[in-house]
């Protein structure tokens, strides 16, 4: 284990992973700092930066910064120093949304953390990667694959697409990437009720190519694997069980 720590391409790195406490975030630290990584996991809940830390290894540092806040995202990478690679899987609770029974002004709301946080943390961020540093975004296949009710995942699915070809060809040389996640296994379903989000995972795990939904630890891989590389840029890697398939 330690002989494949050493000669892991994370060894001594320093990874900041933007909601970095729970579900994809916190895999993603997990398994950065399982290959020697220094892991700084940013979330707005201190309480959960420190239930956390506690399963991470002791190198592991965690900052309570609102992240629908850009002048705390501004604040947080003048101080943090320079680093290696940037993770951003922040995001609130996920729900299913009509159109006819969407409230506009709420529906802003949805691009504050997973849209502008993102746009934010690249713009404050991006200037203070080491060179054969990486960004890696979070995405998901709503944008290519929508269902009734994910018009505002489809939307901010194809932002985040789009933001990622364009930030490839504007950052460069730093590489910058996203995952599309499927059907995830995580905590930002827990808004919807118990009854139809196990339904939810039924149906999916039935219909699905692989007859599972998907774990953090899948596209924590995915993560992992776009800090290491060297030659993608401007991609977006789809994790999804071939949900674009069925």
């Known amino acids: 284990m330690n002989t494949q720590i050493n000669n892991s391409k994370l060894q001594g790195k320093r990874v900041i992973i933007m909601g970095g406490t729970s579900g994809i975030g916190l895999a993603t630290a ?7 990584a220094n892991v700084v996991i940013v979330s707005s809940n201190q309480q959960r930066i420190n239930d956390a830390l506690a399963i991470l290894p002791d190198t592991a540092t965690g900052y309570s910064v ?6 705390n995202i501004k604040s947080f990478f003048d101080g943090i120093g320079n680093f290696d690679h940037l993770v951003y899987t922040a995001g609130e609770n996920l729900s299913l949304i009509y159109l006819n029974e969407m409230d506009l002004e709420k529906a802003h709301d949805f691009f504050n953390l997973r849209y502008w946080g993102a746009l934010a943390s690249l ?9 054969g540093g990486s960004v890696s975004l979070m995405s998901g296949t709503a944008n290519v694959r929508p269902g009734a009710g ?11 697409d789009g933001l990622t070809r364009a930030m490839a060809v504007e950052l460069a040389p730093i590489r910058v990437n996203a995952v599309s996640a499927g059907v995830i296994k995580t905590n930002l379903w827990n808004s919807i009720p118990e009854a ?3 339904g939810m995972y039924k149906y999916y795990g039935d219909i699905l190519l692989v007859k599972r939904v998907g774990e953090a630890e899948d596209v924590a891989l ?11 840029t401007g991609q977006v890697i789809t994790v999804d ?3 674009v398939l069925v």
């Open 196 to 198: 139809d989000r196990e």
């Open 123 to 131: 713009k404050y961020g991006a200037p203070h990667i080491n060179q």
């Open 66 to 71: 609102d992240l629908s806040n850009e002048q």
């Open 30 to 36: 997990q398994a950065a700092a399982g290959e020697g």
């Open 222 to 232: 995915a993560f992992t694997y776009l800090m290491k590389q060297q030659f993608g």
């Open 241 to 243: 069980g071939g949900t």
């Open 150 to 160: 994910w018009l505002l995942g489809a939307s901010i699915c194809g932002a985040m």
